[in-house]
């Protein structure tokens, strides 16, 4: 098993482009999650997903929009992108066993926005 | 508000000395807790669940409800502990982990 894979490792941007980050896992698990980490302030969740065709919104969903048509892949789309949106940015999948959770963590991309 | 706080931002300590890395946390419910760790350049991953009552490279964590603490302790500190530590809550009727702002652990040799 891959685990969870993200796409691209690195990229830069200007302001006002557009961009997706991939991230696929081949676990089969339901649960599917994008956080940004920026120091100091720890991981955020950004969305998730229960499911395929099942999303919704974390604590820093703005400027941030998600799809989910499969159980293996979960982009993150920025519409516009801002200097704000600087970050590493994780995906992680999680299984449910025996009613409890735990996350597998993709590698990470790194965005800077100039 | 923060659901998960890990107050101490950077902590160093000797090689073979006590560690403990504290976490609270504000939910009402029945808390689902995790810690995990993200070593240099390598990926965050799970280190110990409050469900499995585990020691794990030596490190365990007690749930206090009553305290609502979930701190990560282990007696004697080795180098290759030096990273990044993370308490994380899942809340089950929201679906969404929380995840404090992590305290970065330094084992002095």
């Known amino acids: 098993n891959a685990g969870v894979t993200q796409t691209p490792k690195f990229q830069v941007l200007k302001t006002g482009q557009s961009m997706t980050l991939q991230c696929a896992q081949d676990m089969n698990h339901e649960y599917m999650s994008w956080y940004r980490q920026d120091p100091g302030m720890g991981l955020r969740l950004i969305h998730y997903s229960v499911g395929a065709g099942i999303t919704d919104q974390g604590e820093v969903p703005n400027g941030y929009n998600v799809s989910r048509s499969t159980t293996e892949d979960f982009p993150l789309r920025l519409l516009s992108a801002a200097p704000s949106q600087t970050s590493v940015y994780f995906c992680?999948?999680?299984?449910?066993?025996?009613?409890?959770?735990?996350?597998?963590f993709g590698p990470g991309t790194r965005l800077t926005v100039t | 508000a923060q659901r998960v706080t890990q107050p101490e931002k950077l902590l160093s300590v000797f090689k073979g000395a006590p560690v403990e890395l504290k976490c609270n946390y504000s939910y009402s419910g029945s808390p689902e807790l995790f810690w995990y760790v993200q070593y240099s350049r390598q990926r965050l991953q799970l280190l110990l669940r409050?469900?499995s009552r585990e020691s794990i490279k030596g490190f365990t964590a007690d749930l206090n409800k009553g305290e609502t603490s979930f701190h990560l302790k282990k007696p004697f500190a080795q180098e290759e502990d030096s990273a990044m530590y993370y308490c994380?809550?899942?809340?089950?009727?929201?679906?969404?982990?929380?995840f404090g702002t992590g305290t970065s652990l330094t084992v002095i040799p």
């Open positions: 994380a809550l899942f809340i089950r009727t929201g679906n969404q982990f929380y």
């Open positions: 409050h469900i």
């Open positions: 992680a999948s999680s299984p449910e066993r025996g009613g409890y959770h735990e996350q597998y």
